[in-house]
């Protein structure tokens, strides 16, 4: 602590309980070898105060054995007091023969339901042993209690879903006089609400060639687990496959491999014109092949492919690009005759807003609780082609910036959405997102790319999509117009 944090500088040490074979004092040496008696276990020195020091003492025992001091440690901050007590053992002389312990484990409950409370009690043998209890959950620790009379108790209110083993390890409070010591594991299990245990269902003991396996999780509430890899390198490695040099007219086609294979199936293809800052994706281009017409405007353009999860985010790569050569030299001195190339393409998959759209949320208002402030919109419309022939399916995500006011800055984690289809060309092709709520006390809201609408295979045409928009915001953020932007995509 800072010098003047503690009134006077000053901490007070009493000694408040004795218990040994014989007396004990505690005293400091003068320059001139006259002694300071500071405690004495029979006489009146208890109590004594020191500064900001680093202090030597001198100990005196009267006879061999071991000795428990219970000392109280008192000082004030601010026009705080404030106190802490322990005890310390001193064996003088030979120290004493180990005491072997035992523990054992019992719990309230082994069968319990997510959300119900646990008691855990670890009982030690020798009861007068000093010392802890450690609870653990496999390796995990779930927390420590005091020894009393051989028994010590903790209630873990939150064991997750699954079969949990549950022991107990004694700790002595002298290492010197008692050995550790751990229970035989206790299995306690955890269901939700279903009352089914966790585990996997559906499951035959033998297949055939062809057969369909279908499995699933039961026991189990499902929660959205965010792995964080704190920026190690993916096993898997994307590069891009085929022949570079082409020639105006050619039908190039380039494939996307993946090292090692990954269960994924979608991809988004990219390309970076020569004068372009970065990489922008192709409409359309979604597959593990890439194939298009080459014109001479293909020339030294780069192509880049990423394999995305379903809901657009990159999963891996992106690849290194590769360049285009593109031969525009012609059919050579005295040709008769031309080729005609008409290429038919599969159709586009697009997503857009009109020009200049902007979403005006309504004034802040506090929430009815008073801890937050509150603004309300209507998301602008969005539309969805699929000029495909194929109509494959597409899934139209969105993605929020930080809000920014001049130098001031709110996250987008407190922007939720709750997503709907305003039009779509069939009926009960295309179906909303889910809701996202505002993450104003935990998660990241729309900060993470979120689905706004699906359309199932044969969503042919164009689909309009909305959603309602809500900001929670903390009510220490400063005053300001604040703005942020959602990226569509659409794969």
Known sequence: MPAGAVSGDQTTFTLSGFDGPGDVELFRTGSFGTPTRLWSSDEDHKTFSVGRTHMHANWAFTAAGTYRLTVIATATAGATPMAATATYTFVVGDLPEVVSTSTALTASATALRVGEPVTLTGTVTPAETDGYVEFRDGGTVLGHAPVDNGSAELVVPDLAVGAHPLTASFVPAVGNLAGGSTSASV??????????????????????PGDLLQARVVGATAVTIHVDDHGAAPRQQVTVTGETSVAVGDVATFTAEVSTATVLTSYQWFEKAPDAAEATPIPGATG???????????????????????????????????????????????????????????????????????????????????????????????????????????????????????????????LGWTPRVVS????????????????????????????????????????????????????????????????????
């Open 187 to 208: 299995a306690v299990t955890v269901t939700d609400d279903s009352g089914v245990e966790f585990g996997i269902a559906g499951i035959a003991e033998s297949y055939q």
């Open 288 to 414: 593990r092949e890439y194939s298009f017409t080459v014109t001479a405007g293909h020339h030294s353009r780069e192509l880049i492919v990423a394999v995305v999860t379903p809901t657009g985010q990159i999963a891996y790569g992106p690849s290194a690009s590769v360049t285009l050569a593109v031969d525009d030299s012609g059919g050579g001195v005295g040709a008769t005759s031309q080729e005609v190339i008409a290429a038919v393409p599969d159709g586009t998959l697009v997503i857009s807003v009109d020009a200049n759209d902007q979403v005006l949320m309504s004034d802040f208002a506090l929430s009815a609780e008073a801890d937050r402030w509150v603004s309300t919109g209507e998301l602008r419309p969005v539309r969805v082609t699929d000029a495909r022939a194929s109509a494959p399916g597409w899934t139209a995500s969105g993605q929020v910036s930080d809000f920014v006011a001049d130098t001031q800055t709110l996250s987008g984690r407190f």
């Open 424 to 491: 779509q060309p069939g009926v009960g092709a295309v179906t909303a997102g889910e809701s996202v709520a505002p993450a104003f006390d935990s998660g990241r809201g729309l900060l993470d790319s979120s689905p706004l609408a699906i359309g199932a295979v044969g969503a042919r045409g164009t689909s309009e999509l909305g959603a309602g928009l809500r900001i929670e915001a903390p009510t220490d953020v400063a005053a300001g117009t604040y703005v942020a932007t959602i990226t569509f995509t659409a794969i």
